[in-house]
């Protein structure tokens, strides 16, 4: 299983297998506090899902669903990584 804490590689066609293609877009980028269950439910089942996770990461994505996760869990993923990245330079 790939490692969230690390950045993956990425090519540029990724968005040609999205599994949301031609899904109401507004499902991934729902109002505050609305359910993101959806959006998830159509991500889990997306072979690119690890490819958008990380584009989104790499690009700062701040609004709606990505990868399957909402912008606090990838908040939660770019401290891990900062943290990781720490570590190391300290090590
Ligand atoms: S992971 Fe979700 S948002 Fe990303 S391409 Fe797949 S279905 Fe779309």
Do not use: Y
Request: hydrophobic content about 35%.
């Amino acid at each position: 299983m790939h490692d969230d804490t690390q950045p993956a590689a990425l090519d540029d066609n990724w968005q040609d297998d999205a599994n949301c293609l031609g899904v109401d877009p507004d499902l991934f980028f729902p109002e505050r506090g609305a359910s993101t269950r959806e959006a998830k439910e159509v991500c889990r089942g997306c072979v690119v899902r690890e490819q958008c996770l990380e584009f989104a990461l790499q690009n700062g994505e701040k609004f709606g669903i990505w990868g399957g996760l909402s912008e606090r869990e990838r908040r939660r993923i770019r401290r891990q990584r900062a943290q990781a990245a720490r570590s190391i330079v300290g090590a």
